[in-house]
């Protein structure tokens, strides 16, 4: 009989210990009146402006980039090396030009006798001492000869194969001593003094977001330096698979950090709202019967959660505002809400304005792509 109740002892305090450690859990004895005391942080609501942006992702090109050709056929005789930089006009590469050389010397001296002809004909033509006829075919023989000399004049310019703009050789794709035909590519010479970012909007942004409207780059790789500038083209075709308009943003690389290829984020400045609530997202919370916060109502010294019914309107990254339902100098729950049930009482750990916040999130803030 002593042993039964013993064992029914060490089971009733086993339960009392269990029931203790999850009240503590919970925070049911910690709490005023029975109600959980549940730890949060608050803000307090001021209004202030709040700049509206569309996020997306673009991409870098340079602007001046180009697979340079050969445009006559012979051997190589020198090239530049990948990575040397060229000015305007600067011979790349020179093909063996001889034979052209030789022609070119040619068609030189029988241009040279053609004009000689012509002149001394033009004057006897003028006296009446030769035919129409006879002056007529000296000017042929003349016209020809020189288009045959320019002819060569191409062929032996083509034979040296410059720079149709300043830039770097970033790729060789001939070796000094190879032959080469018209079309084949002897370098992609890439210039990236100025580059461009090409993106895509979503065409409802198209009234909104134009030529001119206000962007900022963030560059994942650059030192995470963002960088303020225009949209300098915005197309006027939408692409019918991706429901997306074409902008691009030009501007300088005079440090060359920026490089071909390379992902930015974009923020696409929308608007900027003047007066109005924002708040994080975050502390939002939506269900089936719509959007709500908590706030902290006061209630003999101590602070509870009361749920209320909010109303949005445009969001940025991590903010959002609220265009119905809080008021300057409510004071709103932001973090914790979604273990609070209305009427825990508020372990309130740190305090600060809504103003505050917003700058804070919006610091912290990485770009990511919200369509």
Avoid: W
């Amino acid at each position: 009989m002593k042993k039964v109740l013993k064992q029914t002892g060490f089971l009733l305090l086993a339960i009392a210990f269990v029931s203790c450690d999850q009240g503590e859990d919970n925070g049911d004895q910690n709490g005023v009146n029975g109600a959980r005391l549940m730890p949060v942080e608050t803000v307090i609501i001021e209004t202030d402006s709040f700049e509206d942006f569309v996020r997306t992702t673009g991409t870098v090109e340079a602007i001046d980039d180009a697979m340079i050709s050969s445009e006559a056929s012979g051997r190589i005789l020198s090239i530049k090396e990948r990575g040397e930089r060229v000015e305007k006009g600067e011979v790349i590469a020179q093909i063996d030009d001889r034979l052209i050389q030789a022609q070119y010397e040619a068609a030189k001296t029988g241009f040279d006798l053609a004009e000689d002809t012509f002149n001394r004909f033009e004057a006897l033509h003028a006296d009446s001492i030769i035919s129409t006829q006879d002056f007529n075919s000296a000017k042929a023989q003349r016209d020809q000869a020189r288009a045959q000399l320019n002819q060569v004049e191409k062929q032996l310019q083509d034979a040296k194969i410059e720079a149709p703009f300043s830039g770097r050789i970033e790729e060789r794709f001939v070796s000094t001593g190879e032959l080469i035909n018209p079309g084949m590519p002897v370098v992609r010479l890439v210039n990236t003094d100025q580059i461009r970012v090409l993106a895509g909007v979503p065409e409802r942004y198209s009234g909104e977001i134009t030529e001119g409207s206000a962007v900022q780059i963030n560059f994942r790789t650059v030192n995470n330096d963002s960088m303020e500038s225009q949209i300098t083209y915005a197309s006027n075709v939408l692409d019918p698979e991706t429901r997306t308009y074409a902008i691009e943003i030009e501007m300088q690389n005079s440090g060359q950090l920026i490089k071909p290829e390379m992902v930015v984020d974009l923020m696409l400045k929308r608007r900027t709202l003047q007066d109005v609530i924002i708040v994080p997202r975050t502390a939002v919370l939506r269900d089936e019967d719509g959007q709500s916060v908590y706030i902290a109502e006061e209630d003999d010294g101590q602070k509870f959660a009361q749920l209320v019914s909010v109303q949005t309107g445009s969001a940025s990254g991590p903010l959002i505002q609220i265009t119905n339902g809080l008021s300057a100098g409510d004071e709103m729950v932001v973090t914790g809400v979604r273990n609070l049930s209305e009427g825990d009482a508020l372990n309130i750990l740190t305090t600060e304005t809504s103003i505050e916040r917003a700058e804070r999130l919006k610091t912290a803030d990485k770009p990511v792509v919200t369509f």
